[in-house]
């Protein structure tokens, strides 16, 4: 069956615009999270959605933002892009009950300029 | 809360040996969940292997075991017969049972090279 699917793969952005980044969930799986990895700050928890509500949230600031869909596709946002928010962007989902495991996109790199 | 500390940012092994990367956790709870996941340079992290704390028996998972000990709040992963394919980043992972609904709590990672 078909893996977990993020879009795009690569993003450049300038400081200051929006950005929008996709995640596909693999069929049948109700949760979806968000990590951001940097190499000084490893991975850190964004958000998570379930059946179409947030579940839970990381200490990132508001410019951050989530959404899920009825078909259990994700969208994360960032609005008022900064340098620092250049990082790897990875979509995780799970049945719901992650105990036994997330299964993980390939990540979008966002690079802002 | 909960932390993951993995002490070896980066290992080297020959091809074909045996490496144990370590892991070490902080938790006040009793029934919890560890994972290692392998991060190629492709990217995508990828689920080696899995441990429930309530279980004594380390995991194993073809040439991929764990030492857990909860006692000591430890959980290396060994490799056997190290493959030119087992080149990545290795997080250790953490999470409370799932009831809780918390996230997963990754560790800063291992970077291990395998020199042929």
């Known amino acids: 069956k078909a893996g977990v699917t993020q879009t795009p793969r690569y993003l450049i952005k300038t400081r200051g615009q929006q950005v929008t980044l996709s995640c596909s969930p693999i069929?049948?799986?109700?949760?979806v999270s968000w990590y951001q990895q940097t190499p000084g700050q490893g991975l850190q928890f964004l958000f998570e959605?379930?059946?179409?509500?947030?579940?839970n949230k990381g200490n990132f600031p508001g410019r951050f933002s989530g959404r899920q869909f009825s078909n259990s596709r994700s969208e994360m946002n960032v609005s008022t892009l900064e340098l620092g928010d250049s990082a790897l962007y990875l979509c995780?989902?799970?049945?719901?009950?992650?105990?036994?495991?997330?299964?993980f996109g390939s990540g979008t790199r966002l690079t802002v300029v | 809360a909960q932390t993951v500390t993995q002490s070896q940012p980066e290992m080297s092994v020959q091809e074909a040996e045996t490496v144990t990367l370590s892991c070490t956790y902080d938790?006040?709870?009793?029934?919890?969940?560890l994972f290692w996941y392998k991060q190629p340079p492709s990217r995508q992290m990828i689920l080696v292997i899995r441990?429930?704390?309530?279980?004594?028996q380390n995991a194993t998972e073809n040439r991929f075991s764990v030492n857990f000990q909860k006692a000591a709040k430890s959980f290396s992963l060994k490799i056997s017969d190290s493959q030119l394919g087992d080149t990545a980043m290795y997080f250790c992972?953490?999470?409370?049972?799932?009831?809780?609904?918390?996230?997963?709590?990754f560790g800063p990672g291992t970077s291990l090279s395998v020199i042929p």
């Open positions: 995780a989902s799970s049945a719901g009950t992650e105990t036994y495991g997330y299964t």
């Open positions: 069929s049948g799986h109700r949760s």
């Open positions: 959605y379930f059946s179409e509500t947030q579940r």
């Open positions: 938790t006040s709870e009793n029934n919890y969940y």
């Open positions: 441990q429930e704390a309530y279980k004594q």
């Open positions: 992972a953490f999470m409370k049972q799932w009831t809780s609904y918390d996230k997963v709590i």
